[in-house]
């Protein structure tokens, strides 16, 4: 199974892909998809959009694993256009026959550091520990990373075996 996970953003949205076998997950790439800052919004989806669908193509996942909208009440601006950018990437997968799981931001957390409001340096640590990476990834990849290692996990991978943890 090839699980590609996804942290959107209409600026900076980031990308992780895994590969499993049986209850072994190894990293394969991560990286990001910049979109220009002084575009519009169609254009920046659109952008996004080209970008996400190259990566589809190029990587041929199983699943890909998207980080669910999160709406903080002070700012609903930002809740609408994570919209478009969750919406964008889930036709894109459509497009390329993939299905979307998404998980709330909070479980990825728990899962990865068992605290649910666990800052982006703990996480980008986990990350580069469970995948023995010789750095830790950006926090865009890196987070993108932790939803593919989680996916992975709810499908009967064991994350901290590479690490030296349980099984």
Request: proline share 6%; with cysteine.
């Amino acid at each position: 199974m090839r699980i590609l996970g996804i942290d959107p953003g209409l600026r900076v949205t980031g990308y992780g892909l895994v590969d499993v076998r049986g209850a072994r997950v190894t990293f394969v790439e991560a990286g990001v998809i910049r979109t220009a800052l002084r575009a519009g919004l169609t254009d920046r989806l659109r952008e996004l959009h080209t970008g996400i669908s190259e990566i589809l193509a190029d990587a041929s996942p199983t699943t890909l694993a998207l980080e669910d909208v999160f709406a903080h009440p002070g700012f609903p601006r930002t809740a609408i256009i994570m919209g478009h950018v969750c919406g964008v990437i889930g036709l894109a997968a459509a497009q390329a026959a993939v299905p979307v799981h998404t998980i709330p931001p909070a479980a990825v957390k728990r899962a990865m550091v068992a605290f649910g409001r666990a800052g982006k340096g703990q996480v980008q640590r986990m990350v580069r520990v469970l995948l023995e990476l010789h750095e830790a990834p950006g926090p865009h990849a890196a987070d993108a990373l932790a939803l593919a290692l989680v996916a992975a996990s709810r499908r009967g991978a064991a994350l901290y075996a590479a690490a030296g943890g349980p099984a």
